[in-house]
């Protein structure tokens, strides 16, 4: 007998019996749903010993001059067209010379290709495009975003019949037809096997005469431009108990496309998500009948739905919500830090006190490390890559960093953006927050069972493969490629173990790192907690196998970590795409400093909850040696970053570039920006009257310390202050006045 056959019979065929029974099988929909979409970098850092030449070499996310000129052309005409104060509380939608712009310069086909009349913009300018809408109206960046999202579109670019594409792409590309797309039910929220919308296999009359179909019956809610829509993409459940297609009964999740006008179609009621006025709203079908043409892919696609849906969301929640959230973040980063500049207390600017500063360094981070990772996703999505897991830490840790600035922005403008009005540019987006965190995958669920039960399975390099070996029929056959995966399962472990012994003993020194001068040190700390989580996350597979779905709050904590990996590997990315520019190194320092500190606290709460505890201690003693040690940045770095945001700077402006700040009915933002720019230009001779200690202007003036135009400066300035600082008041029959009641009920 061989070693090779001793090896898998006496000690490959215990651990594979073994492994069967422990190991739950999959269901169709769980299948699915963590096959669909593709790795990249996300692998990498899975694997524990990451190439960062590999990240490097990748090309950043450029725009063409085509997209160039759209979001110089009509994204700034649109802006510059819109009041999201009149939107939310006069009107209660966009004006109807809004949507039709939107539908001529075609902004609801950014993804369609040029063949069929669309834009065929990349991500990133699609991802831009969103961004810089949402700096000036949420409402309409979600409008924008929506169809260029999950919806009718993508799927069918990905699973659409040529006819299908032919005859909807051209209709939805010139505005003809405006679509939403129709998951989430009473039934099915996170859950959306859960749904009880259903469709019957059946013969029935369609435009005269009689045909195979469908005939559906369904109730949702929260779709975004359904009230609106003449195209409803729909998720149901397809049944064919006559057997018309086949020995099938239960079919299963099936999409289609349902033009709102069929008879038993309801649509037109609106939701109020957080009193934003973006179309939303519930629709109903009571026995519509359609053909099997109406199938998206037709009837070769009939009851793979769930895992279309899956690879759609593979790319739109890689662009939408983290486009919004980075324009979110930036927009707080920017005005907070003007704020903090033109608005004195104690005799001093409020951006001088530590409190304040407190707040302001991370809104600076932020804002820089949300951008940085909505860069590298749009490059990688460019590269054709359906992105699922990274697209899934995208949307929650972007969204979660835009709602923790927009807390930091309304801290340090205290009663500024607590009075809404017209003058309040932080309201919307604060009561906005709730509805990024929930839409397009919850945050919970994404967060403690998606980001690293579909993570650790699809990017660990061996345990899809040992999975896929144990659900293999023929017996010979399965014990052949568990030997194989379960054995390069054994020596990755083994390597990982050594790695990640060096690099945490040696305080993240030694390991590899591409030269990247003050950098370099980021990249070794990073190999280091990637080595870490690579055997942390093994040692929690092989503790609990199956039953991690269970154990959703160390599930949560091991995602954070690779999500945490993945928004630093791209703020180095991002620094050594700018040219390693090193007025910037605060905020990459910042970045690396706070998240270190929450890798370690990550990795130190799984430790604390594994149940088998001498195991637990070995690998806290391998990775963990000294304990917790980073504790987050010093109050010097906060500082740093805190004034990059108080004086103009280049930083400045590349932490922000592409919002919409001046113009049209911009009118609180713009204000804010004047006030600026006027602190800082007359700051000399506010010194100069502070020396001479004279009460203002006018006394400096008097005693000839100022000339007339000096001293005109400073009286601009005054007033542009005077006007930022001042908040609305209303007439109380002006508030009785208002279409808040009649819009809600409309």
Request: with cysteine; glycine share 8%.
């Amino acid at each position: 007998m061989s070693f090779k056959t001793f090896r898998r019979n006496y000690l490959i065929r215990p651990i594979f019996k073994l492994a069967r029974r422990a190991l739950p099988g999959l269901s169709a929909t769980e299948r699915e749903a963590l096959t669909a979409g593709d790795v990249w970098w996300d692998s990498d850092l899975f694997t524990g010993n990451p190439d960062w030449e590999k990240l490097l070499a990748t090309p950043p996310a450029t725009l063409s001059e085509e997209e160039q000129s759209f979001l110089d052309g009509p994204v700034q005409e649109l802006c510059s067209m819109l009041d999201e104060w009149e939107i939310n509380r006069s009107r209660g939608d966009l004006p109807p010379a809004v949507w039709e712009f939107l539908k001529r310069e075609k902004f609801f086909a950014m993804i369609i290709p040029r063949e069929y009349g669309g834009l065929e913009f990349s991500a990133y300018a699609n991802s831009e495009v969103i961004r810089t809408i949402a700096s000036r109206s949420l409402v309409t960046a979600v409008t924008v975003m929506v169809p260029n999202s999950l919806g009718p579109a993508e799927l069918l670019l990905q699973y659409g019949t040529d006819a299908q594409r032919d005859f909807w792409l051209r209709r939805l590309a010139d505005g003809r037809e405006l679509p939403c797309f129709a998951l989430t039910s009473l039934e099915a929220g996170s859950d959306a096997a859960a749904m009880v919308d259903c469709g019957v296999v059946c013969r029935d009359q369609f435009d005269g005469e009689e045909v195979l179909g469908i005939r559906l019956n369904w109730s949702k809610r929260y779709i975004t431009l359904g009230p609106v829509a003449t195209v409803l993409g729909l998720a149901f459940k397809l049944y064919d108990p006559d057997h018309l297609l086949g020995d099938l009964e239960d079919i299963g999740i099936t999409l289609a496309l349902v033009p709102t006008n069929l008879p038993g179609v309801e649509i037109g009621r609106r939701h109020l998500p957080a009193f934003q006025f973006f179309q939303n709203g519930p629709n109903q079908g009571h026995d519509v009948f359609i053909t099997l043409d109406h199938v998206i892919g037709g009837r070769e696609q009939v009851g793979k739905g769930w895992r279309m849906l899956m690879s759609a969301l593979a790319v739109g929640r890689g662009v939408s919500l983290p486009s919004l959230s980075a324009a979110a973040t930036a927009l707080c980063a920017r005005t907070t830090g003007a704020y903090a500049r033109i608005r004195h207390q104690f005799g001093i600017p409020i951006g001088q006190f530590e409190g304040i500063q407190e707040r302001l360094g991370p809104l600076a981070a932020d804002a820089y490390l949300v951008d940085a990772a909505r860069r590298l996703t749009c490059a990688g999505l460019d590269q054709g890559r359906k992105l699922s897991v990274i697209s899934a830490i995208m949307k929650v840790h972007a969204t979660y960093a835009m709602r923790s600035a927009i807390d930091h922005a309304m801290d340090v403008h205290g009663g500024k953006t607590v009075i809404d009005g017209p003058l309040n540019y932080l309201g919307d987006a604060y009561r906005a927050v709730p509805v990024g965190i929930t839409v397009e995958g919850a945050n919970i669920l994404t967060r403690s069972m998606i980001i690293f039960g579909q993570g650790a399975i699809r990017c660990h390099p061996w345990l899809l493969k040992e999975m896929l070996a144990l659900e293999e029929e023929d017996p010979d056959a399965a014990l052949a490629a568990f030997d194989e995966s379960f054995s390069g399962h054994f020596r990755h472990g083994f390597k990982t173990f050594f790695r990640a012994w060096v690099r945490s003993w040696s305080g993240g020194r030694i390991g590899p790192a591409p030269a990247q001068g003050k950098a370099t040190k980021y990249y070794r700390r990073l190999d280091r907690y990637a080595a870490s989580f690579a055997l942390l996350a093994d040692a929690t597979l092989l503790l609990l196998g199956g039953g991690l779905k269970r154990k959703e709050m160390i599930s949560a904590r091991l995602g954070d970590i690779l999500s945490e990996l993945y928004l630093l590997s791209a703020v180095l990315k991002r620094w050594q795409d700018e040219g390693q520019p090193a007025e910037d190194l605060p905020l990459v320092a910042f970045a690396m400093e706070s998240r270190f500190a929450l890798i370690e606290e990550r990795l130190h709460g799984v430790l604390a909850n594994l149940p088998n505890r001498p195991l637990a201690a070995l690998v806290r003693f391998i990775i963990l040696p000294l304990g917790v040690r980073r504790h987050g940045p010093s109050d010097r770095l906060t500082r740093r970053c805190a004034e990059l945001l108080l004086a103009p700077s280049a930083t400045r402006e590349r932490l922000t570039a592409g919002l919409f700040l001046k113009g049209g009915a911009n009118v609180a933002v713009a204000g804010l920006e004047q006030a600026f720019d006027l602190v800082i230009a007359s700051a000399p001779l506010q010194q100069r009257l502070h020396e001479a200690r004279c009460r203002d202007f006018r006394e400096g003036f008097e005693k000839g310390l100022l000339s007339a135009k000096e001293a005109d400066l400073l009286e601009e300035c005054a007033k542009a202050v005077a006007q930022v600082l001042a908040v609305d008041d209303f007439a109380a029959e002006e508030l009785g006045e208002s279409n808040f009641s009649a819009t809600a009920g409309s």
